[in-house]
């Protein structure tokens, strides 16, 4: 899966990932109510909101990017109405021909790690059959369990053609309290980017990258410059642009000599533009042509920063 | 409702916790034929043989225990009828007086953290009414964010009467690779039990101990001993009892001075103890009978342990 990532990349000149985190604040009143008229002021109503800011966005932005990124949080947080908005986002993006980075950070250990994966990237077998229950393309891990936590996951991948993307240094600002302590001398974010190496090992494609990325978060570029060479065939997925306050000169040590090896998410700074003065002109029912300028303003920062560098 | 947890602890004399992760490998034929006639081979008919199942485990042995445990990635794996029979099993838990641990370690940051929060352990406002999305009492948490992943969910605790336990050193043989890490000479799990007795600060209810509570697995009961004298005030959820290799006696350390301090998870050795040697004569559709023997069991196994300690 990482060759389709890489390939839909070359496709439209740009790393950009829009991260699907829908709010109800930031979601037009005009969306929720009519959301609300169908469904009610209730999780369903909630839910039928953000799957329908989700459609708008991506219908505005889908043609510029390579893969949207969804929140599963987001959308748990409204119950099982929510997590059916989350896999009808999936089926839309992927329908769109996007690749789909399911945001839900999950990790345990063995057959519970087996079945995440499953879940997530794979598929589950009923008596004679087989189903897809959500079917991302890429699901983020978490990898404080260790190898155990991980290589159920790394096997889906290899089976079903999929990637993951390993937390291993995240944009927080605490962060820091655990993944870099030093141990013997190097942050335990170093450690864990090690073992994305040996994680990733035989699963190279066609670019020499693997199925096993990781996550930088673009508020701590330096880490990324010293993670981007310790990580060679490893894709980066930067979250922390905008909102969070990394900037495209930020971005540039993410990236490898050949232009690729990172992926950058913007979530509320494309989503909820039209709430910034910025995009204010495209008004409240523009919120996908903002979307869409936020998306180009953003490509347009990114290739500034990576041709000044 | 960590006070709730210790009163129920009481009542029925055991720590026990009944992990409800149900798979379709070992659930009996007559449950999973009954659910395939009404819903087909899909992933209703999945769901719903995992949903009967619980409910005669829960039926056959909820007057013996204080909580129960379910594993949400064996729901997950469902897809969303799978979440569906997470959903009701939690319901039909709760109905039951059982105190709910939702074992979904989860673990994010900011928002998506307090997302995940209101998700599990919260409620959620859609216009001008609040909405219970899952419901559990306790909720797992993933630690490698640091505070910005954990505060979200104390902050829930503290507004819903709601606990967590957080990940401290897991019970799989790979949790060494990063949790055993030294840092300034002390491991990575020590230092994240330090953040525990922090995160807990203030959450103290009437026998002492706090909403934040440590995972720490039955599999390193020296370690145990040293995270038990480390947060005396953090009740510990001990997996890794039984079909992982934790014994009674390994058990010891994990229990304060009071007789309190510890829960401890078992799951297959449960809820598959229809398919071991011990309880055979059971039978099949004795699948309940079983496992209240194997509780009983079990209940015995930690008694004689802890007298003899």
């Not at 949207?68 to 997590?83: C, D, F, H, S, T």
């Not at 089976?159 to 240094?169: A, C, M, Q, S």
């Not at 170093?190 to 073992?195: A, I, L, P, S, T």
């Not at 980066?236 to 905008?242: A, E, K, Q, R, T």
Request: proline content about 5%; hydrophobic content about 40%; overall charge negative.
């Amino acid at each position: 899966m990482i060759d389709r990532l890489i390939q839909k990349i070359k496709e439209t000149g740009t790393p950009i990932v829009v991260g699907l985190d829908p709010q109800l604040g930031f979601i037009p009143d005009s969306v929720k109510s009519a959301a609300f008229r169908e469904y009610g002021e209730t999780l369903e109503g909630a839910a039928e909101a953000l799957l329908r800011f989700n459609m708008e966005i991506v219908d505005a932005v889908h043609d510029l990017i390579p893969a949207v990124k969804p929140q599963i949080a987001m959308y748990e947080r409204y119950g099982l109405p929510g997590l059916q908005a989350f896999y009808r986002t999936v089926e839309y993006c992927r329908d769109r021909d996007l690749v789909v980075i399911g945001d839900v950070k999950r990790g345990d250990i063995g057959s519970t790690s087996a079945a995440y994966a499953d879940a997530h990237l794979g598929s589950v077998a009923v008596g004679e059959q087989r189903f897809v229950p959500f079917g991302e393309d890429f699901a983020t891990v978490n990898p404080y369990l260790g190898s155990d936590g991980v290589l159920p996951f790394v096997k889906v991948c290899k089976e079903e053609d999929r990637g993951i993307f390993v937390l291993v240094k995240t944009s927080n600002p605490s962060s820091g309290e655990f993944q870099d302590r030093l141990i013997d001398g190097r942050p335990l974010y170093e450690w864990v980017g090690e073992k994305v190496n040996e994680w990733g090992e035989g699963t190279e494609g066609r670019y020499g990258y693997t199925e096993v990325g990781a996550v930088v978060g673009a508020t701590y570029p330096e880490m990324g410059a010293v993670l981007r060479k310790l990580m060679p065939k490893a894709y980066i997925l930067v979250p922390g642009y905008g909102a969070q306050g990394g900037t495209g000169r930020d971005l540039v040590p993410f990236f490898n000599a050949d232009g690729l090896g990172a992926v950058v998410n913007s979530s509320r700074g494309i989503l909820a533009a039209w709430t910034k003065e910025t995009y204010a002109s495209y008004g409240e029912n523009g919120f996908g042509a903002a979307a869409r300028a936020a998306v180009l303003d953003m490509k347009k920062d990114i290739e500034g920063a990576l041709a000044e560098a």
